[in-house]
């Protein structure tokens, strides 16, 4: 059974009939109720929750960086469901069943912010630096932007980052990893995001590297 609580113009929770009512960051929304279907297991069905399931393994160790980085393009769902449509939709590769992710596609953030200029990661025992380019844009880039830095390491589903690292003026930044992903490949990312966090850049893949 459904309550009103607005009055007749307003929004509903629960269910009336086939629609149920709720609400999102004090956003009502209405949904249906899922058909019954003869046969749930259709290819088109087990090919979308294979994709769905290789980016959500990917992702999900990230979950708190992607609030950060996706935030700006959290319209009508959360900013960790926007990287998840994003990557759903452009970095999935293969045919069912043997799908893979392309970390080249993956984007930890997006946004208008200039991102990184050439930048580079090399391990060290036990972190990752990475390092970036000043552009000479000096009149376009806010050098108090900070670093947002992830590297993933897909074979473990874990990740490690940073939402408020060095400055874009510093050209550089060092990520500790955890000592048991040594000889490991891992995946990373850098992106900026403005000292006052209501900006963000497209994050930038640096590149796979074998962890020291």
């Known amino acids: 059974m459904g309550t009103i609580k607005k009055g007749?113009?307003?929004?509903?929770?629960?269910?009336?009939?086939t629609v149920v009512g709720s609400s999102w960051k004090g956003i009502a929304y209405m949904r249906s109720l899922p058909l019954k279907v003869k046969n749930?297991?259709?290819?088109?069905?087990?090919?979308?929750?294979a994709k769905f399931a290789i980016a959500l393994n990917f992702l999900k160790p990230m979950t708190e960086l992607l609030r950060t980085g996706w935030k700006l393009y959290a319209r009508r769902k959360s900013p960790f469901n926007a990287a998840m449509s994003y990557a759903?939709?452009?970095a999935i590769?293969?045919?069912?069943?043997?799908?893979?992710?392309?970390p080249s596609k993956i984007l930890i953030s997006r946004g208008s912010l200039y991102p990184a200029t050439n930048p580079?990661?090399?391990?060290?025992?036990?972190?990752?630096?990475?390092?970036?380019?000043?552009?000479?844009?000096?009149?376009f880039i806010n050098q108090t932007d900070k670093a947002l830095v992830a590297v993933v390491n897909p074979a473990k589903s874990q990740a490690v980052y940073d939402t408020d690292g060095?400055?874009?003026?510093?050209?550089?930044?060092?990520i500790n990893l955890p000592a048991d992903w040594a000889g490991d490949t891992v995946e990373v990312y850098l992106?900026?995001?403005?000292?006052?966090?209501?900006?963000?850049?497209?994050?930038?893949y640096v590149g796979?590297?074998?962890?020291a």
């Open 8 to 17: 007749i113009l307003g929004g509903f929770s629960g269910k009336v009939g």
């Open 40 to 49: 749930p297991r259709t290819l088109a069905q087990r090919t979308h929750r």
């Open 88 to 90: 759903f939709a452009n």
């Open 93 to 102: 590769t293969g045919d069912y069943p043997d799908y893979a992710v392309d």
């Open 120 to 139: 580079l990661a090399f391990p060290i025992p036990g972190a990752i630096n990475l390092e970036w380019d000043d552009t000479g844009l000096s009149k």
């Open 166 to 174: 060095a400055p874009r003026s510093e050209l550089t930044q060092s």
């Open 191 to 204: 992106g900026f995001i403005s000292e006052d966090g209501k900006a963000v850049a497209n994050s930038v």
């Open 208 to 211: 796979a590297i074998t962890a």
